[in-house]
């Protein structure tokens, strides 16, 4: 079982950085990929960024340039760094865990999940 935590989203104006963490519990972590994704309101949720166990990374092909996913195992956390933000990059975002431990896209793939963090960008 694992549980996760994500923090620091919050509010900020276009051109402005966040970076969001997430907080895995269990002694396994490392052993999984973990992802991030986003939900707008009225919108599906989406697919962010991917890391692997090995820290391989995969992103959604519009967000590469301006955000980065990173893991850091001996703090069982993962990171997402965010850039350039937009207001369409308003959204609740969550980050998840994969028994798969490669780069994984689809959300179904992923086993355990997040409350989610908000992200407001405001123009």
């Known amino acids: 079982q694992v549980q996760l935590v994500e923090s620091g989203g919050g509010l900020v104006q276009a051109g402005g950085s966040l970076r969001l963490s997430c907080a895995a519990s269990?002694?396994?972590?490392?052993?999984?990929?973990m992802g991030w994704f986003r939900q707008a309101p009225g919108k599906e949720r989406e697919f962010v960024a991917s890391i692997s166990w090995n820290s391989i990374t995969y992103y959604a092909d519009s967000l590469k340039g301006r955000f980065t996913i990173s893991r850091d195992n001996a703090k069982n956390t993962v990171y997402l760094q965010m850039n350039s933000l937009k207001p369409e990059d308003t959204a609740v975002y969550y980050c998840?865990?994969?028994?798969?431990?490669?780069?994984?896209?689809?959300?179904?793939?992923?086993?355990?999940w997040g409350q989610g963090t908000q992200v407001t960008v405001s123009a």
């Open positions: 998840a865990a994969s028994r798969l431990r490669r780069t994984v896209v689809r959300g179904t793939d992923y086993d355990y």
């Open positions: 269990g002694r396994t972590f490392s052993n999984y990929a």
